[in-house]
Protein backbone atom coordinates (compact mmCIF):
# COMPACT_ATOMS: atom_id res chain seq x y z
CA UNK A 1 0.00 0.00 0.00
CA UNK A 2 1.88 3.62 -1.21
CA UNK A 3 1.32 6.79 1.16
CA UNK A 4 -1.89 7.77 -0.41
CA UNK A 5 -3.49 4.54 0.18
CA UNK A 6 -2.50 4.60 3.67
CA UNK A 7 -3.89 7.79 4.03
CA UNK A 8 -6.66 7.61 2.71
CA UNK A 9 -7.50 3.73 4.10
CA UNK A 10 -9.34 5.59 7.92
CA UNK A 11 -10.70 3.77 10.43
CA UNK A 12 -14.16 6.04 10.46
CA UNK A 13 -16.01 6.20 13.92
CA UNK A 14 -19.01 5.17 14.61
CA UNK A 15 -20.68 6.19 18.18
CA UNK A 16 -23.36 3.21 17.80
CA UNK A 17 -20.74 0.72 17.68
CA UNK A 18 -19.02 2.07 20.74
CA UNK A 19 -20.49 1.24 24.46
CA UNK A 20 -18.89 3.38 27.56
CA UNK A 21 -16.99 -0.18 28.17
CA UNK A 22 -15.40 -0.47 25.35
CA UNK A 23 -11.15 -0.73 25.58
CA UNK A 24 -8.66 -1.34 23.24
CA UNK A 25 -4.92 -1.83 22.81
CA UNK A 26 -1.86 -0.79 21.04
CA UNK A 27 1.08 -2.53 21.40
CA UNK A 28 4.23 0.02 21.99
CA UNK A 29 5.97 -1.71 18.72
CA UNK A 30 2.80 -0.32 16.41
CA UNK A 31 2.95 3.19 17.93
CA UNK A 32 6.88 2.78 17.45
CA UNK A 33 6.29 1.84 13.92
CA UNK A 34 3.55 4.52 13.61
CA UNK A 35 6.19 7.07 14.95
CA UNK A 36 8.65 6.59 12.35
CA UNK A 37 6.49 6.07 9.49
CA UNK A 38 4.92 10.31 10.50
CA UNK A 39 8.67 11.19 10.94
CA UNK A 40 9.40 9.57 7.84
CA UNK A 41 6.63 11.19 5.53
CA UNK A 42 7.47 14.77 7.30
CA UNK A 43 4.45 14.39 9.39
CA UNK A 44 6.35 15.62 12.49
CA UNK A 45 9.87 16.90 13.49
CA UNK A 46 12.42 14.22 13.27
CA UNK A 47 13.80 12.93 16.43
CA UNK A 48 17.20 12.76 17.22
CA UNK A 49 19.27 10.02 15.85
CA UNK A 50 20.40 8.98 20.05
CA UNK A 51 16.78 8.81 20.76
CA UNK A 52 16.10 6.37 18.29
CA UNK A 53 19.25 4.84 19.18
CA UNK A 54 17.60 4.57 22.79
CA UNK A 55 14.84 3.51 21.62
CA UNK A 56 16.18 0.22 19.00
CA UNK A 57 18.44 -0.67 22.08
CA UNK A 58 15.15 -0.87 24.70
CA UNK A 59 13.24 -2.60 21.22
CA UNK A 60 16.20 -5.28 20.91
CA UNK A 61 16.31 -6.22 24.58
CA UNK A 62 12.10 -6.48 24.21
CA UNK A 63 11.97 -7.95 20.74
CA UNK A 64 9.97 -5.08 19.27
CA UNK A 65 10.46 -4.92 15.49
CA UNK A 66 10.53 -1.24 14.26
Known sequence: MNHDEVLQNRAEFRSDEVREADDF???IAIVLQCLRFAEEQGAIPELP???W???EGVQ???DIIL
Do not use: E
Open 60 to 62: ASA
Open 25 to 27: SLG
Open 53 to 55: SIV
Open 49 to 51: DDW
